[in-house]
């Protein structure tokens, strides 16, 4: 193969890999926009901030707590911010929570604490209490019990709660429904935020290793953010959706950009085998 004729073909199959790309890349941006939907809703994380300790919430036996109780020297928080009759992202963010935690040796009470809370004030602690049981069926460690506390709580204490770990929510009239992210907050025994974990599909060593920081008292701030690309508000159905035609769509990029350096390759490794014949037929 001559080098011209090389390099009209990279040519060719640079132009087809970019009309193949276009499309996709900018429906793949148009995706990835905020929906009006999740206006004013996120994470900003706050490191090394002090949460009130003195709040005043509910427990899930209908006994009146501060959020201080559950901070004890050595131990670390994982502080969870759900509403209980969430459709969707609070269940499928304390699903997973539970599937990573029977893959901990560490449990809850011992070396570290869980609190979920609340921020809808409407909710009761027999629903606290209904959506502990269901939980800990699945766990199947009942000593856990003691430590993974869910509340309820006032407007004025969730709202100084949700501001000072930077969680954003709102509630949306068209679908009765809370728009909201889903994260993991890392409180040290303190009650400093030492960490965030903005997903719902948890990693056993990430989670450990966030506890053993925070009881160390360090701080660390989050690289990505996945929770926002993998799941999007759906105000059609009324929920939260994962957002499959953005993975399809993004494999379909990776797909198109593999086979043209594929094909490059191809090409480039066959005119080098070509062209000694080439100089030998000339001979």
């Given at each position: 193969m001559t080098r011209p004729l090389l390099v009209f073909r990279l040519r060719i199959t640079l132009t087809w890999l970019t009309l193949l790309l276009l499309p996709s890349l900018a429906t793949y941006g148009q995706i990835n926009q905020e929906p009006k939907q999740l206006e004013g809703v996120g994470i900003t994380e706050h490191l090394d901030a002090q949460v009130p300790l003195d709040l005043a919430f509910t427990d899930e036996n209908g006994q009146a707590v501060t959020l201080g109780k559950y901070f004890q020297p050595g131990r670390p928080v994982v502080l969870t911010l759900n509403y209980y009759a969430c459709p969707m992202l609070c269940t499928l963010q304390l699903n997973e929570l539970v599937k990573t935690l029977k893959q901990m040796p560490w449990t809850p009470g011992n070396e570290f604490e869980i609190v979920t809370v609340s921020f809808n004030p409407q909710e009761t602690h027999a629903l606290a209490r209904l959506k502990k049981q269901n939980y800990f069926k699945e766990y199947g460690r009942p000593e856990a019990a003691a430590g993974w506390h869910f509340l309820t709580g006032r407007q004025t204490d969730i709202q100084k709660l949700t501001e000072t770990v930077g969680f954003r929510y709102r509630w949306d009239e068209q679908s009765q429904q809370y728009v909201h992210a889903a994260v993991a907050v890392i409180l040290t025994p303190q009650g400093r935020i030492s960490r965030y974990l903005k997903t719902i599909v948890y990693d056993s060593t990430t989670l450990?290793?966030?506890?053993?920081?925070?009881?160390?008292?360090?701080?660390?701030?989050?690289?990505?953010?996945?929770?926002?690309?993998?799941?999007?508000?759906?105000?059609?159905?009324?929920?939260?959706?994962?957002?499959?035609?953005?993975?399809?769509?993004?494999?379909?990029?990776?797909?198109?950009?593999?086979l043209g350096t594929y094909l490059v390759t191809v090409w480039v490794r066959s005119s080098r085998h070509k062209q000694p014949n080439e100089t030998t037929n000339r001979k």
């Open positions: 450990r290793m966030s506890l053993a920081e925070a009881q160390e008292g360090k701080y660390r701030s989050t690289v990505d953010d996945v929770l926002l690309f993998c799941f999007h508000y759906d105000p059609a159905g009324g929920r939260y959706t994962l957002a499959a035609t953005s993975i399809v769509r993004a494999g379909g990029i990776l797909t198109v950009l593999i």
